[in-house]
């Protein structure tokens, strides 16, 4: 008799394809590795500023594969890390490989799509915990 329902490991899949997908599209661009490395940025940049407790109920609102993309190299020990806008940028370009001046609006983008994808108010009460300016660059309009 076949299954109907698909394994977890293909739904754990298909879920992130989900999210990958609305990100490659909001960003205007069919390339997934590309939409892979700046979710994944946008993941640790935004986790690395949260405390312990906000980062784990973020989280759980993850899909399980981008979960584990999202706790991949976590040190929670050493959180929040401080810094203002300009670091949050300089860190977010580092590892999603995209120019200073792309960042803010790739930023803002993948903002965009986490916030349609997690449970309301999820991403605004993570927000709460960052500086105004950080906030600002997230929430800004979409480029």
Do not use: C
Request: proline share 7%; hydrophobic share 45%.
């Amino acid at each position: 008799m076949p299954a109907t329902h698909p394994p977890d490991f293909e739904h754990a899949i298909h879920t992130a394809n989900i999210w990958l997908k609305a990100v490659a599209e909001a960003l205007g661009t069919e390339d997934r590795h590309f939409a892979h490395r700046v979710l994944r940025a946008w993941l640790h940049t935004f986790r690395d500023r949260l405390t312990v407790d906000v980062a784990a109920h973020f989280a759980a609102q993850l899909p399980e594969l981008l979960r584990g993309a999202y706790y991949d190299g976590w040190s929670p020990s050493s959180v929040p890390v401080r810094y203002d806008r300009d670091g949050y940028v300089n860190r977010f370009v580092q590892e999603a490989k995209v120019s200073a001046e792309d960042a803010p609006g790739i930023a803002a983008t993948v903002t965009t799509v986490v916030k349609e994808h997690v449970s309301p108010g999820t991403l605004e009460s993570a927000l709460e915990q960052l500086p105004h300016d950080i906030r600002a660059l997230l929430l800004q309009p979409a480029a």
